[in-house]
Structures are given as structure tokens and as C-alpha cells.
């Protein structure tokens, strides 16, 4: 079983930034593509960003492209979301996932893995 744990979630104002990590708690982390998803109160859980296994290939929703980075650590064992420039509309909670497979994916049906999640509310 994998356990995926999030962490580094908070508060900040429009424009802040904050880095989330995900500490994946098997060695198969560098055998799955990852990803990151959110849900706002009262919306559906949307996807946020995707990485391959080897790091090489990553996706994101063009909601975040330009201002998130997903990012990968194969000696921890830790996926990470870098977050700038953050508006309100960021306001959600934070997942992280483990996919299928090796390539990055937008489907959340695609993931077999899922963490508890982490916090983020951006005040403007």
C-alpha cells in the first residue's frame, strides 16, 4: 500500500507563493508519473498538474501554467508543487496522487494513489 502525505499548505495574500511536497512512502515513486489535483468548496476536484516517471514530461491546467511548477525528488522520494503569484481563486485543498502508469495524466481516473491533502487559501 502507498501512503502519499502532503505538506506545506497555508495562508498567504494575492501574489504569494508557497511550495507544497507530497513524501511518498514506498520506493515505486520513481516508477509512476504523479500529479496534483484540488478542490475549491462546492466545485469538483480539478486537475492541477502531472509529471512523468522520469521527470522529463509535464502537463498542467492553463489555469496554473506559467505560475506552478511540479517537480520531482528521487533521493526523498517527494513530489513538489511551487506556487507563485497565487490569487483566491487557488483557494482549495491540495492532493497529490500516484498514476497507473508512467505518463503524465489530466484524469483523476488515472490514479491509483491519492494523499489527505494540504490547505491553501489565498486571501486578496
Known amino acids: 500500500q502507498v501512503q502519499l502525505v502532503e505538506s506545506g499548505g497555508g495562508f498567504v495574500h494575492s501574489g504569494g507563493s508557497l511550495r507544497l511536497s507530497c513524501a511518498a512512502s514506498r520506493p515505486t515513486f520513481s516508477t509512476y508519473a504523479m500529479g496534483w489535483f484540488r478542490r475549491a468548496p462546492g466545485k469538483e476536484r480539478e486537475f492541477v498538474a502531472s509529471?512523468?516517471?522520469?521527470?522529463?514530461?509535464?502537463i498542467y491546467a492553463d489555469s496554473v501554467k506559467g505560475r506552478f511548477t511540479i517537480s520531482r525528488d528521487y533521493v526523498t522520494n517527494t513530489l513538489r508543487l511551487q506556487m507563485n503569484d497565487l490569487e483566491p481563486e487557488d483557494t482549495a485543498a491540495y492532493y497529490c496522487a500516484q498514476a497507473y502508469g508512467s505518463l503524465p495524466k489530466r484524469e483523476d481516473y488515472n490514479y491509483a494513489y491519492w494523499g489527505q491533502g494540504t490547505q491553501v487559501t489565498v486571501s486578496s
Open positions: 509529471i512523468s516517471r522520469n521527470g522529463l514530461d509535464t
